[in-house]
């Protein structure tokens, strides 16, 4: 139980850390630019949000075959394919957790004023400065909101994790598939402990996005502060 429960949190965590990376630059440019393309884009982020689990599992286990493009160029680099093993966990748990960590960034990065940014310009901020001195001072919440989201939507993950990783122990058998294999097997009291972990720790990173973010609201099909 405690390598599961390590393996989840590591799961949760690094995915967390690469989607704030990726997902900073593209809410930023979904919320400034006035291309005729952002909408698709946007559709294209949020599509996790109503897609279901397994189709994005399936496609993506189709995307990891070592005979196709990407996955033989990755087995050339590492040596083993993505599908089972913890890497193809985390590509998968960044795209599907990938509009948790967008919306709430672009939606702040809209309110941000303009006349903010160009003030800071005016007095010789660089574009680190920038990032650093305004944008996210002016935006803290929602990036703890969006990094809270992102490591509690990766831990309940369970359809894309099960089709893509299966459930090999210490490699891709995090809590929610322990939690489906102790209900296939009738282990009810693991089945409990497995519940009760991820329903207390879930509520309390949420009350931590709400308590931090005065007011955050989350709606289904978006998610904004």
Same mark, same amino acid.
């Given at each position: 139980?405690? =390598?599961?429960?390590?393996?989840?949190? $590591?799961?949760?965590?690094?995915?967390?850390?690469?989607?704030?990376?990726?997902?900073? &630059?593209?809410?930023?440019?979904?919320? $400034?630019?006035? /291309?005729?393309?952002?909408?698709?884009?946007?559709?294209?982020?949020? /599509? &996790?949000?109503?897609?279901?689990? =397994?189709?994005?599992?399936?496609?993506?286990?189709?995307?990891?075959?070592?005979?196709?493009? !990407?996955?033989?160029?990755?087995?050339?680099?590492?040596? #083993?394919?993505?599908?089972? #093993?913890?890497?193809?966990?985390?590509?998968?748990?960044?795209?599907?957790? !990938?509009?948790?960590?967008?919306?709430?960034?672009?939606?702040?990065?809209? @309110?941000? &004023?303009?006349?903010?940014?160009?003030?800071?310009?005016?007095?010789?901020? #660089?574009?680190?400065?920038?990032?650093?001195?305004?944008?996210?001072?002016?935006?803290?919440?929602?990036?703890?909101?969006?990094?809270?989201?992102?490591?509690?939507?990766?831990?309940?993950?369970?359809?894309?994790?099960?089709?893509?990783?299966?459930?090999?122990?210490?490699?891709? /058998?995090?809590?929610?598939?322990?939690?489906?294999?102790?209900?296939?097997?009738?282990?009810?009291?693991?089945? #409990? @402990?497995?519940?009760?972990?991820?329903?207390?720790?879930? !509520? !309390?990173?949420?009350?931590?996005?709400? @308590?931090?973010?005065?007011?955050? $609201?989350? @709606?289904?099909?978006?998610?904004?502060?």
């Amino acid at each position: 139980m405690t =390598t599961t429960i390590l393996l989840t949190l $590591k799961l949760a965590a690094v995915t967390t850390v690469i989607l704030m990376i990726l997902g900073t &630059p593209l809410a930023w440019w979904l919320a $400034k630019t006035r /291309l005729p393309g952002r909408s698709f884009i946007e559709a294209l982020v949020a /599509l &996790p949000l109503v897609l279901p689990p =397994t189709v994005l599992g399936f496609y993506l286990l189709v995307l990891f075959d070592p005979t196709r493009p !990407l996955g033989q160029f990755f087995v050339q680099v590492t040596g #083993h394919s993505l599908a089972f #093993h913890f890497s193809g966990l985390v590509v998968a748990s960044v795209i599907y957790s !990938l509009p948790f960590v967008v919306q709430p960034l672009q939606s702040a990065f809209v @309110r941000l &004023p303009d006349g903010l940014l160009e003030t800071a310009r005016v007095f010789g901020a #660089h574009t680190l400065d920038l990032w650093v001195n305004v944008i996210f001072p002016s935006c803290r919440r929602a990036f703890l909101a969006a990094a809270t989201l992102a490591f509690a939507h990766t831990l309940g993950e369970f359809g894309v994790v099960l089709m893509i990783g299966g459930a090999i122990p210490g490699e891709t /058998l995090v809590l929610s598939i322990a939690l489906f294999d102790a209900v296939e097997t009738l282990d009810l009291e693991t089945a #409990h @402990r497995i519940s009760a972990i991820l329903l207390v720790f879930s !509520l !309390l990173l949420l009350t931590l996005v709400y @308590r931090s973010s005065y007011g955050f $609201k989350i @709606r289904p099909s978006a998610v904004s502060e």
